[in-house]
């Protein structure tokens, strides 16, 4: 359970980085902005922006899973396979959203919010 815990923060570094590296791949940011003050937020692509809402999105089911994570771990509970699905669904979202498929995504989401709920069920 702890390499999930590590990977999922793996996942998170990732999706706060993609950002910035999307939109200087797609030439709407000067590597010297990221280094800069960022006093003004600059015209980014759609790519960049749909990898922010990924991010903000990763980052209201994060503490939840962490939480789901830790109490497993304390509380001997086998919950393994279902925070496994959740990163790999976390994972399939991100690639979702990137592509904009919209009710793609959406399934995705409900599916790794039911691997939460898995997760939380048997800490009772």
Request: hydrophobic share 65%.
């Amino acid at each position: 359970m702890i390499e999930l815990i590590l990977l999922s923060l793996v996942l998170l570094l990732v999706q706060l980085v993609l950002p910035n590296i999307l939109a200087v791949r797609a030439g709407n940011v000067a590597p010297d902005y990221l280094l800069g003050a960022r006093d003004q937020a600059p015209e980014t692509s759609q790519g960049a922006q749909r990898a922010k809402r990924a991010c903000a999105n990763l980052l209201e089911t994060l503490p939840a899973f962490l939480a789901l994570a830790v109490l497993s771990i304390v509380l001997e509970a086998d919950v393994v396979l279902l925070a496994q699905a959740w990163l790999v669904l976390r994972v399939v979202y991100l690639l979702a959203y990137l592509a904009g498929v919209a009710y793609l995504r959406s399934l995705i989401w409900v599916g790794a919010l039911a691997c939460l709920i898995g997760m939380a069920l048997p800490l009772f």
